[in-house]
């Protein structure tokens, strides 16, 4: 076949001495990463009588695709569901910041807010790649504000809000715009639901269940209407009860429509799910697990009292609290610590930890073309990390973002 170096004059960069996660297993073998996409070596070598321009070093290190958080409210005293002036350079701070957790896409989540909040919010929230600026930007996640009282969690009650009659018109006049969005957290079992999710679903918007007092038949006609996601699985839902499991029932259930897979949400830290639920959550559906961080704008600051939408919230170490209460309010867990607690906590292999955090939320929003993974052709967002989970580089697009600043590595 003849070369067709010519193809692309790009730098082609091979990085050795590595463990690549790919095809569910750590494999002993180099990275070929050429223009922001991993390249397939035997038709470099072949096709293209190619070579590397450019040679690294991993050190024995694990390769593994980049972290993607579903679910953060923010971090850095940057709170995505309050409306500033300065609302993009907050958004740019915490997409920088989380480079460091090993993070490369996200979905900013907003919590319950008024429909002033998203009309000013949802249009400086733009879809965008990563880079040296910041991990890439998947679209918005709304959480709420179509959710139960009973289950409202440390979402704000006079914001809640019903389907009326015409109730997806109701839902776009509330948020103004769905152009950005990528994800819904809604509880099924509201009237009108079912032709929302329809309705959403066609538009191509994942629809997640939470928040909620569904029992099993609203939550599995929900899916048969299309919903494919359970926010953050036990937290604010009914808890399990074995003649009505509720929406865990998913999980188990055998009315999944064919070919469809049920992911759900779990907050790996340690505070909002016991060890023991993690384990059971795992072993009933290894395949849907998907990690996620629920951060909040007192990620990575000091305790004491901080934001959450129009909620006031105290840290106490890992535990977040509406103020003045017991209520739990989302997290201030860092996604790399979400993995190895993850780990930890269910003694599965490092290779189901690191696919919890990207193989799976790739899947769940349709896009393991492209991320996800590190299949030839897809895009070279990926990590280096030790044998114990920490994160020491992470690269976007094949260009190294962040580096652990240790002396000698």
Sequence with gaps: MPSNKSVSDAPIVQFTNCRILRDHQLQREDLWVREGKILNPEKLFFDEKGSADVQLDCKDSIIAPGFIDVQINGGFGVDFSLATDDFKSGIDLVSQKILSHGVTSFCPTLVTSPPSVYHQVLPQISVRNGGGHGAGILGAHLEGPFISKEKKGAHPEHCLRTFEAGAFQDLLATYGSL????????????????????????????????????NLSQAEEAVQHGATFITHLFNAMLPFHHRDPGIVGLLTSDKIPAGRRVFYGMISDGIHTNPAALRIAHRAHPKGLVLVTDAMAGMGLAPGRHTLGQQVVEIDGLNTYIAGTKTLSGSVATMDTCVRHFQEATGCSAETALEAASLHPAQLLGIEHKKGTLNYDSDADFLML?????????????????????SGM
């Design 179 to 214: 152009d950005c969005v990528q994800i819904v957290t809604l509880a099924p079992e509201m009237k009108r639901s079912s032709e929302v999710i329809r309705e959403l679903t066609r538009r191509g918007i994942c629809v997640s269940l939470g928040h909620s007092v569904a």
């Design 386 to 406: 030790n044998d114990s989970l920490y994160v020491q580089a992470t690269y976007i697009a094949g260009e190294e973002v962040w580096r652990q600043d240790v």
